[in-house]
């Protein structure tokens, strides 16, 4: 995670991307006729795509905002925009983009968009994590100047430690990682965004 960096995004990127529902109607639209957004369409892309729409179905509809974070989104002020760059078959998308959700719409002068990475890459690559195009990324910005507020992705600091951790060790990490998710129940992303959202 980062909290400053150079940016171009404009106006323009923002009015192509899609609101969460359009965001979740493309992937289901993808899935009635076998597909999946990207280019790599093989079978276990498509399973993963399946996989998430009920994922996001599950946490839309159980993730409960603290109370804490509660106020502390009702505390924003000023207009911004969270550009989410993702993709229908990334399973730490489909984990954290509800609870970012659910957090967003507490205020009104948050606006939430979504980017396909793929067909932003100029975007993507300047959120890099370990020099790789890892989603979901959340990149705040002031609506009004567009200048950076803070990025976050493409996982909880705790989540990416374990990912890491396993990686690093040849060991399979997606059930892990989900499991973690399972137990964790979005309370880490939600701490995390607060975190940033007061500098704390």
Not at 29 to 37: D, E, Q
Not at 91 to 100: C, S
Request: with cysteine.
């Amino acid at each position: 995670m980062q909290t400053e960096t150079s940016q171009s995004i404009t106006n323009a990127d923002i009015d192509a991307a899609l609101t969460y529902q359009e965001y979740r109607e493309l992937i289901d639209r993808l899935m009635i006729v076998g597909r999946t957004t990207g280019d790599n369409q093989s079978v276990a892309m498509k399973h993963f795509a399946k996989m998430n729409i009920s994922r996001m179905k599950k946490w839309d509809k159980i993730f409960k905002v603290s109370e804490e974070a509660k106020r502390t989104m009702e505390s924003i002020k000023t207009t911004q925009t969270w550009l989410i760059l993702t993709e229908g078959w990334c399973g730490d998308a489909a984990q954290n983009i509800p609870v970012i959700m659910k957090l967003a719409e507490i205020n009104s002068l948050i606006q939430v968009r979504f980017l396909l990475r793929g067909e932003n890459l100029p975007i993507m690559d300047q959120y890099l994590t370990n020099g790789g195009r890892s989603i979901p990324k959340l990149i705040a910005l002031d609506s009004n100047s567009l200048s950076p507020i803070f990025d976050w992705g493409p996982r909880p600091a705790l989540a990416q430690e374990l990912f890491l951790e396993r990686k690093a060790k040849g060991l399979d990490y997606a059930e892990p990682l989900h499991a973690w998710y399972a137990k964790d129940k979005g309370k880490q992303v939600e701490q995390e965004l607060i975190g940033l959202l007061t500098n704390k």
